[in-house]
């Protein structure tokens, strides 16, 4: 499992920590997966045996979620270590 601690939260890169953009992109490559497999929030959550409204912190982007939590969610979508490394190397991007 691929996770984000290893950002430093105080270091600002355009008005956003590292842990910032990098929850912000995480939120978009879940929202993206979950369209092209057909599901809704609470498709999703079912699925993943969390809340919709989990679901729905993940997708705006929140930072305050467990990596348990995310690692559920990417289990149902098919989201590989793979494309988790892609962000962390690209976070801009």
Request: hydrophobic fraction near 35%; glycine fraction near 6%; proline fraction near 2%.
């Amino acid at each position: 499992m691929v996770t984000v601690d290893f950002y430093e939260k105080d270091e600002k890169v355009g008005g956003k920590s590292p842990l910032e953009v990098m929850a912000e992109k995480r939120s978009q490559l879940i929202f993206k997966q979950r369209m092209s497999v057909g599901l809704t929030q609470s498709e999703l959550a079912v699925q993943a045996n969390v809340t919709q409204k989990t679901v729905s912190r993940i997708e705006r982007g929140d930072i305050k979620v467990r990596e348990t939590t995310l690692q559920k969610v990417y289990d149902v979508l098919g989201i590989t270590e793979e494309h988790l490394i892609v962000l962390k190397d690209h976070p801009n991007t």
